[in-house]
């Protein structure tokens, strides 16, 4: 049972332009949620996080917004460079859970 | 200037002999955690410590072993290595379990002949 659901696997965007990474949970007991950027033959390298007392978090180019109704989280990227290309993970954890991640959304920045 | 440091890079062994990964930090952070990541998957969690208490996930597999003799250091082994348990391996380390980003090591890449 996937409680951390990232229901695209990849994604493609031009240069300069938003990039925008979608991911869903499904345990209400998630009170805080990340954000990682993981380059090849590389550790997953922290970005952003949220807790759930806010519905946004921005920190320079990168947002995080939280649907708490929707179980849904999102990370915005604007604008979009190359050095972005990367897989995404989003990560939950709350209650009595430790950290619960998704699957990784490749995203491609194109020039 | 790395913090979570993971030695080997790349671990090869056969299968059925014991192999040791090592992780060390600099953050002097009281949680280390160790978790398993196959291809395209996510990673998942092995288990933690949190100073010298350790907790072990649920569905761990006996065969995955623990140790951390000090803040700075922890090693993961396992006693059998199968087949099934060639994959990435990656140390975290947070302050403290709750509400806390984890940092990652560059992992320690393991095959099984």
């Known amino acids: 049972d996937q409680q951390v659901k990232q229901n695209s696997p990849s994604l493609s965007v031009q240069e300069g332009r938003i990039s925008i990474l979608n991911c869903d949970y499904t345990?209400?007991?998630?009170?805080?949620f990340l954000w990682y950027k993981k380059y090849p033959a590389e550790g997953p390298t922290f970005l952003i996080s949220?807790?759930?007392?806010?519905d946004k978090n921005e920190d320079g180019r990168f947002t995080v917004f939280l649907n708490k109704s929707a179980k849904h989280l999102s990370l915005h990227i604007v604008p979009s460079q190359p050095g972005d290309s990367a897989v995404y993970f989003c990560a939950a954890s709350g209650g009595a859970q430790k950290l619960v991640f998704g699957q990784g959304t490749r995203l491609t920045i194109n020039p | 200037d790395a913090m979570v440091i993971q030695n080997p890079r790349y671990q090869v062994t056969q299968f059925g002999k014991p192999v040791t990964l090592s992780c060390s930090q600099t953050?002097?952070?009281?949680?280390m955690y160790w978790y398993q990541q196959k291809s395209s998957q996510a990673p998942k969690l092995l288990f933690h410590?949190?100073?010298?208490?350790?907790?072990n996930e649920a569905d761990t597999p006996d065969n995955f072993q623990s140790r951390r003799p000090n803040t700075s250091f922890c090693f993961l082994d396992i006693r059998s290595p199968g087949l099934g348990d060639a994959a990435m391996y990656l140390c975290a380390t947070s302050r403290t379990v709750s509400n806390q980003p984890q940092h990652f090591g560059d992992g320690t890449r393991l095959s099984i002949l």
């Open positions: 410590y949190y100073d010298k208490d350790f907790n």
């Open positions: 953050l002097n952070h009281n949680v």
């Open positions: 949220i807790s759930s007392i806010k």
């Open positions: 345990n209400s007991m998630f009170d805080y």
